[in-house]
């Protein structure tokens, strides 16, 4: 059995941890101390390293985590990520903790981004800085449309994968989410759940497929509801689904 916590970080990173019997593996150290910390109160021997793409807050801790631990690191092909012992791409499957994981390329936020995928009875996703509960990442490397295609790829997952992001910057999202589609009402209750939950200092992920088609606007460039939406607001440019995901983007960049 496989359980998964979150150790929060900086102001807004969650480092995933993933252990199994006395065995862990985190997802994205961005710094040591906090890992380390909860390595120790657990009695969890570092096992492996997931990395999803070079930013700083993702892999700052391999360093210090190398030191104490000769481990297997799982990473883009970015040869920026030295300390990266297995470079992975679309296709390839590794087996963390006995559970395979199917490697994504979602590219857009930088260009070596990945994300990890497991099947089975209950999926689960570890998505970086891909997608976020109620949002997504910056383009900053990628184009539009490269990361328009990226999501698709993430919405075609089974609806009831675990969506495991890297950062609780739920709230903010989902308050642009309802400047974008004011009059969705799966998309309120969920701005309600979650302030209730950052109200008790709880974090607001892991959260789901099915709930990210029905909030999420970066998901929802291809639906009727928010073209009307957007229409409605003076702000439909364009017809493809990329075209939509760059408006809206370009907006949440400046909201
Ligand atoms: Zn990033």
């Known amino acids: 059995m496989l359980s998964i916590s979150p150790i929060p970080a900086f102001n807004d990173n969650y480092i995933w941890l993933l252990e199994k019997a006395s065995q862990a593996v985190v997802v994205d150290p961005g710094e040591a101390p906090p890992v380390l910390r909860a390595l120790e109160e657990r009695g969890l021997q570092l096992a492996g390293i997931l990395i999803t793409h070079h930013h700083f807050d993702h892999v700052g801790a391999l360093p210090e985590l190398l030191a104490i631990a000769d481990v297997p690191v799982w990473g883009p092909h970015n040869p920026a990520i030295e300390q990266v012992s297995q470079r992975l791409g679309a296709g390839d499957r590794v087996t963390v903790l006995g559970h395979d994981f199917d490697v994504l390329e979602v590219p857009g936020h930088t260009l070596d981004h990945i994300a990890y995928f497991h099947g089975g009875e209950q999926p689960l996703l570890f998505c970086g800085d891909t997608l976020f509960a109620g949002g997504c990442g910056r383009v900053f490397e990628g184009t539009p449309a490269m990361m328009h295609a990226s999501l698709q790829a993430l919405a075609a997952l089974p609806q009831n994968t675990l969506v495991y992001c890297a950062h609780e910057y739920t709230l903010a999202n989902l308050a642009f989410a309802r400047a974008v589609e004011p009059?969705?009402?799966?998309?309120?209750?969920?701005?309600?759940?979650?302030?209730?939950?950052?109200?008790?200092?709880?974090?607001?992920?892991?959260?789901?497929?099915?709930?990210?088609?029905?909030?999420?606007?970066?998901?929802?460039?291809n639906t009727t509801a928010l073209r009307n939406a957007l229409s409605q607001q003076g702000?439909?440019?364009?017809?493809?689904?990329?075209?939509v995901f760059a408006t809206v983007r370009a907006w949440k960049d400046h909201f």
């Open 235 to 243: 702000r439909l440019e364009g017809d493809s689904g990329a075209e």
């Open 183 to 221: 009059d969705n009402s799966a998309l309120a209750q969920r701005a309600t759940r979650a302030q209730e939950l950052r109200q008790r200092n709880e974090p607001t992920v892991p959260s789901s497929i099915d709930l990210e088609l029905a909030t999420n606007p970066f998901l929802r460039c």
